[in-house]
T-cell receptor, first 112, second 112 residues
Framework: DGGITQSPKYLFRKEGQNVTLSCEQN?????MYWYRQDPGQGLRLIYY???????QKGDIAEGYSVSREKKESFPLTVTSAQKNPTAFYLC???????????FGEGSRLTVL | EDKVVQSPLSLVVHEGDTVTLNCSYE??????LLWYKQEKKAPTFLFML????IEKKSGRLSSILDKKELFSILNITATQTGDSAVYLC????????????FGQGTILTVHP
């Protein structure tokens, strides 16, 4: 079955450390997205990529970085510059046929 | 700046009740409005609406869009405990179909 795999599901990090969240899809979708979810604030867009080797900042890109070297993969790095990184991170890809975003299971990052 | 506002933020009902969830939006170059259900982790797609006045229906769930008044409603009839979830409304605007602006979500709790 096709889908989006995010890892790790849970991650703890000390302040000052960078951490990379993995997102892999086998749906053959061109566009991929990273969203952050905080309680009471819905989902906010961090970065997105519509094609390999190209990506765009979303609404809250500061303190994050991404790469898109392969169509299947869109990793997100949470850097030490991100002031409040504790959150639930969701990766998604765009399904052209239905016009929907298809989400992974998410990664919950806690900074100690 | 695109904006999506959902109401109510939370709702507690008993099985068998009918609920109406509201979503109002302001977006540049509106393309579509989407509803998602989030139970624990990954949001799952419910509906995509692009035209005013045309009801989308799936079982006990239905939704309609009013592009003149810039809002949508999601109705759930004969609620069940399995309907307990966060319901997210999102709007696609601009040039990237997958670049969604989400509302805060409505937390629905259905008691037996």
């Amino acid at each position: 079955d096709g889908g989006i795999t995010q890892s790790p599901k849970y991650l703890f990090r000390k302040e000052g450390q960078n951490v990379t969240l993995s997102c892999e899809q086998n749906l053959n979708h061109d566009a991929m997205y990273w969203y952050r979810q905080d309680p009471g604030q819905g989902l906010r867009l961090i970065y997105y990529s519509q094609i390999v080797n190209d990506f765009q900042k979303g609404d809250i890109a500061e303190g994050y970085s991404v790469s898109r070297e392969k169509k299947e993969s869109f990793p997100l790095t949470v850097t030490s510059a991100q002031k409040n990184p504790t959150a639930f991170y969701l990766c998604a890809s765009y399904r052209d046929l239905t016009g929907e975003l298809f989400f992974g299971e998410g990664s919950r990052l806690t900074v100690l | 700046e695109d904006k999506v506002v959902q109401s109510p933020l939370s709702l507690v009902v008993h099985e068998g009740d009918t609920v109406t969830l509201n979503c109002s939006y302001e977006v540049t170059n509106f393309r579509s409005l989407l509803w998602y259900k989030q139970e624990k982790k990954a949001p799952t797609f419910l509906f995509m609406l692009t035209s005013s006045g045309i009801e989308k229906k799936s079982g006990r769930l239905s939704s309609i869009l009013d592009k003149k008044e810039l809002f949508s409603i999601l109705n759930i009839t004969a609620t069940q405990t399995g309907d307990s979830a966060v319901y997210l409304c999102a709007v696609a605007g601009g040039t990237s179909y997958g670049k969604l602006t989400f509302g805060q979500g409505t937390i629905l709790t259905v008691h037996p």
